[in-house]
């Protein structure tokens, strides 16, 4: 994977503020690694409930090997191309 210049143009385009900008990529950054982590848990446990525990994991074959875009990646993507939305929740002032 070659890295990729990101236009601060264009984030700002989605929001004014570019804080603001990080926080939304960071919240959806998590929310897909959390995704993946659920998926992955949901296939062991059924690979577990068809029996089978004989199998040893050998070394990863390069011809099935699928890689994964990372998750700051793909919530970049997702920011940029405006697929992403969430709400501002005012800040409380009589603290």
């Not at 995704?35 to 525990?53: P, W």
């Not at 998750?71 to 697929?83: K, L, M, S, W, Y």
């Amino acid at each position: 994977m070659s890295l990729k210049p990101l236009s601060f143009r264009q984030i700002e385009e989605q929001t004014g503020d570019i804080y603001e900008a990080v926080v939304v990529m960071e919240r959806r950054a998590k929310q897909i690694l959390r995704d993946r982590l659920v998926e992955k848990i949901i296939k062991e446990e059924e690979s577990r409930d068809m029996g089978v525990f004989d199998e040893v994991p050998d070394e990863i074959d390069p011809e099935t090997y699928q890689e994964v875009e990372k998750v700051t990646t793909v919530a970049i993507e997702e920011f940029i191309n405006g697929d992403l939305t969430w709400d501002k929740h005012p800040q409380d002032s009589e603290k």
